[in-house]
């Protein structure tokens, strides 16, 4: 079984994100990037099925700028195969996105696609759907176990009050939640076998996709800034204060 993950270069999670003083979005100049920490689990899974010898070979991809060779770079360390970077400088749009990965997944043939549930920077949770839609594949998303079998896999979905279980027919797309793995650090030996991965830089006109913006981003704001807390000198005090000011009881 071949397996084709997406993974995003984002900001890092790190990161106390600032939003631009015009409000146009957030600052990006100077601040760490890494790789979308969902699309990190979703190459440990990827890994994991090979190393149980359930998968083939692992293909990862990554749709934007020049510097997203080294979040190509950190799968490999991981454990992936080899790369393809379709390179752009444009926003990277979920519906622009889903059209690349259709098109490399026509190329590739995989049997299944490993994206993570959602970017941490733009939160869209959309390409995953919108790929399998487009492909009319299974799909399985907010995936917390993955369990290929014979033509199909079983996927544990974690959904509001509990887990569900679905089997989907393969060729298939999964996307990942949190409690699916925990991925691993790359060691040092592995990065410099990554090193000689191979790495294919695609031009998206080639994949004849548009990336010309659907959503346009009117306004970004920071969250309120939460208020100084108070002591209270007894429980009495406390009690009244949530009842007579806060009126949470
Ligand atoms: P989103 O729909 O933007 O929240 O992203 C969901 C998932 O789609 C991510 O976790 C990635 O696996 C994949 N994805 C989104 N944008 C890109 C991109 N520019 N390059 C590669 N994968 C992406």
Redesign the pocket.
Known sequence: MKIL?????VVDYNVKVRVKADQTGVELANVKMSM?P??EI?VEEAVRLKEAGKATEIVV????PAA?QETIRTALAMGADRGIL?QTDAE?Q?LA?AKT?KALVEKEQPQLVV?????ID???????Q?LAALLGWAQGTFASKVVPADGTVAVTREVDGGLETVSLKLPAIV??DLRLNEPRYASLPNIMKAKKKPIETVDPAALGVDFSPRVKTLKVVEPPKRKGGVKVASVQELVAKLRDEARVI
Do not use: E, H, W, Y
């Open positions: 993950v997406a993974v995003k270069r979308n969902f699309d979703a991809v990554s749709i934007g997203a379709v990277t979920p996105v990965l994206l993570g549930k959602q970017a733009d939160d869209s949770n959309q390409t995953g919108m996307t990942t």
